[in-house]
């Protein structure tokens, strides 16, 4: 069959990234002897009028949606995605005659609500390298495609699913041709780092998190030599910076080292980064290891410096061993950005105070620090069950495309807003999703690869907010 994959995720704030999922299911059909198309809309100016030309002159059997985020988890400055993925397979629909399917992150997140939503014929979950595959063959022989694990579609008004998959190996599939399927020389120059994986999986019970759904409750490991053939391919095809976007990168401890340690003795000649380092994995050895292997960013996922707050976020570890993995940090010159996420189950005035002050305390002043205010609520999370009990959600499943958030009645909004804003004021390196809305982000990306700034950019961070308060500019 001819197979169109279509990338929709066209947001630059704070930086376009690379469709990691859409190449992946790109790759799949096309090994499964499929005649493969890409399109990526990241850089399109009319997305639509795109689409339509690509359905037209290409004439696809299936057209597959990629549907990377619902929203930008942003309560300050809330953006929804899904309706323009609608409006985008209306114009499919008119310019061919494809079977619609959805697939991605965001699909597994929420697929009745989006089927519904945008008229898709089907949704598929799971591991995109051999359900896709699965999917398309039963099209293609006339089977019903719901047959296939992780399909998903709604008859006669009523949704029903099939269960994913999700116990299969980790292996090559994680690796596509990148060069075959998008322009890394675009991607380049907006300082994207090109994504790899090296498991799927998560065992950890953060109340808000929705990785299981899409990838299992386990961990399947690629192994280590895999992980570094795919790097070999990708340097090979003239990629230097590249981004390891497992959901955590240093869990299991053992099999981050071995990556690394492979890394530095094979001196690819790339640049790596991860922004998913668990402090309770964050040590002096792995980050020396780290540092041997070539890594030029890395971030540390923190959440908050306060012990209740972190257990109630359902984190493996607490402001103890926060503290030791800032200590790591600092004694080594890896560049860090530290993430946190004020306003979870028990925050309160005090416990927000004490997570600003462990970033002015134990954070380098070279070093970045990022601030989010408020928790995303998706359905089947356990922080949904717990913000239906205590009242504080009332909106139904399916009107949860639409952003909700969870903010703790501990902290006034206004409140919690205001003391972020002056704590951002008062340090150069501190920043929040309040800086990625800025219209010119996408520009200074341009600028500083023009200028042979290096990634990360946001090692910057205090360079580039001293430079645009000097102009009259708060970032």
């Not at 503290?323 to 028990?346: D, K, T």
């Not at 717990?386 to 009645?409: H, I, N, Q």
């Not at 929040?432 to 520009?443: A, I, K, M, N, W």
Request: some cysteine; hydrophobic content about 45%.
């Amino acid at each position: 069959m001819k197979v169109l994959i279509v990338s929709v995720n066209r947001s630059r704030q704070p930086a376009a990234v690379l469709p990691y999922g859409a190449c992946v299911a790109a790759q799949a059909a096309l090994g499964a002897g499929h005649e493969t198309r890409l399109l990526d809309l990241m850089f399109e100016k009319d997305p639509g009028a795109a689409l339509e030309r690509a359905c037209r002159a290409f004439r696809p059997d299936v057209a597959g949606f990629s549907l990377r985020n619902i929203d930008n988890n942003d309560m300050r400055a809330p953006a929804s995605y899904p309706a323009e993925a609608a409006s985008l397979i209306a114009s499919a629909r008119r310019a061919c005659g494809a079977k619609v399917v959805l697939g991605g992150a965001a699909a597994a997140v929420m697929p009745e609500a989006l089927l519904r939503l945008t008229g898709a014929d089907w949704c598929l979950l799971g591991d995109a390298a051999s359900s896709f595959p699965r999917f398309l063959a039963a099209l293609a022989e006339g089977r019903d495609p719901l047959c296939v694990p992780g399909a998903c579609a709604i008859a006669d008004g009523a949704f029903s699913a099939n269960r994913p998959d999700l116990s299969g190996p980790a292996g090559a599939g994680l690796f596509p041709e990148f060069a075959r399927w998008v322009d890394l020389r675009a991607y380049a120059r907006q300082m994207a780092a090109v994504p790899l994986k090296t498991k799927l999986g998560c065992p950890f019970a953060c109340v808000y998190c929705t990785y299981p759904a899409g990838e299992g409750g386990a961990y399947r490991l690629c192994p280590p030599e895999t992980v570094l053939r795919g790097v070999r391919e990708l340097v090979g095809a003239g990629v230097r910076d590249i981004e390891f976007v497992d959901n955590v990168f240093n869990s299991p401890y053992d099999h981050a080292r071995e990556i690394c340690g492979l890394l530095a003795e094979n001196r690819t000649g790339a640049r790596f980064h991860t922004m998913e380092l668990n402090p309770g994995f964050t040590d002096a050895p792995l980050l020396a290891a780290m540092g041997r292997a070539g890594f030029a960013g890395i971030g540390v996922t923190a959440e908050s410096a306060d012990d209740g707050v972190l257990a109630a976020l359902g984190k493996n570890y607490g402001a103890a061993r926060l503290e030791l993995a800032a200590s790591a940090v600092r004694e080594q010159e890896i560049p860090c950005l530290w993430m946190f996420l004020l306003g979870g189950p028990g925050e309160t005035k005090e416990t927000v105070e004490r997570t600003l002050e462990f970033a002015r305390r134990r954070v380098k002043p070279s070093d970045t620090v990022f601030f989010n205010a408020g928790v995303r609520l998706y359905p089947g999370t356990p922080l949904e069950a717990a913000a239906r009990r205590d009242g504080s959600l009332t909106a139904p499943r399916e009107g949860m495309l639409e952003p909700v958030f969870y903010l703790s009645p501990g902290v006034e909004k206004s409140w919690l807003l205001e003391t972020l804003a002056a704590a951002t004021r008062e340090n150069m390196n501190f920043i929040s999703s309040d800086s990625f809305t800025r219209p010119f982000l996408p520009g200074i990306y341009g600028l500083a690869r023009f200028a042979g700034v290096k990634q990360p950019l946001w090692k910057h961070t205090r360079l580039i907010r001293r430079g645009l308060k000097s102009l009259g500019v708060n970032l």
